[in-house]
């Protein structure tokens, strides 16, 4: 059973997710707070999940909840927002971000992202996808894949970029370089026309070169 920590600014969201969790046997939830407060309590409660609904006013108070803490964090996260350029970025991955759905995720979408999360898995909403990509990548994405091949290595350290993995990390786990990890992540992005880590992994699922 996940043990899950609400986080949100909005006290109707709060009871609105607490029903939601409240309804499957398979969490416990132990706490809900505000956005500030679940990160207060982390270290008390020692929840699996914590689940933010995080709205702009919200977005910094994580931000300086994830640098006091420091990284990693023991829990996994679960963001529901409308901002998802921001929580795809690398950095927030490897702080522990391990879902991001939209702020109207149905409960079922919630369950499936606690569920992932737990078990090590990065989610990524369908319109988080659409909302990355770019109108020139869209049309790169109705390519055959063939038209953006990686190498065999370069698609390792793509799903790598993709579990939030630093560089220093991905040169670490193959047993190379730092330089090396950045040649191949350079190629990357200029095989897949990517101008950065979100867009790269972004394409790269459209393409069907790399599984969240």
């Known amino acids: 059973m996940a043990r899950v920590v609400i986080g949100a ?24 707070f505000s956005v500030e407060q679940a990160f207060a309590q982390l270290e008390d409660l020692q929840p699996d ?15 300086i909840g994830l640098e006091s803490l420091g990284e ?35 409960p079922e979408e919630i369950y499936a992202a606690i569920q992932a999360s737990v078990a090590g898995l990065v989610v990524i909403h369908p319109d988080a996808l659409d909302s990355l990509l770019p109108a020139d990548a869209e049309k790169q994405s109705e390519l055959d894949p063939s038209d953006h091949i990686l ?40 095989k897949l026309g990517a101008s950065n880590r979100a867009e790269a992994v972004t394409l790269g699922i ?5 599984m969240l």
């Open 72 to 106: 990693p964090l023991s829990a996994t996260l679960v963001i529901l927002t409308d901002d998802f350029e921001k929580f795809l970025a690398s950095d927030a991955l490897r702080s522990g971000v391990r879902a991001i759905l939209p702020r109207d995720a149905k």
């Open 206 to 210: 459209r393409l069907g070169l790399i």
């Open 9 to 32: 600014s909005s006290a109707f969201v709060r009871s609105t997710l607490v029903s939601v969790l409240n309804e499957n046997p398979a969490f416990q939830l132990i706490g809900s």
């Open 49 to 63: 999940v914590v689940l933010l609904d995080l709205d702009p006013p919200a977005d910094d108070v994580m931000s």
């Open 151 to 190: 190498t065999p290595r370069e698609i390792e350290v793509l799903r790598m970029i993709a579990e939030g993995l630093g560089n220093k990390e991905i040169a670490s786990k193959l047993g190379i370089s730092d330089h090396t990890v950045k040649f191949h992540i350079s190629s990357t992005f200029a």
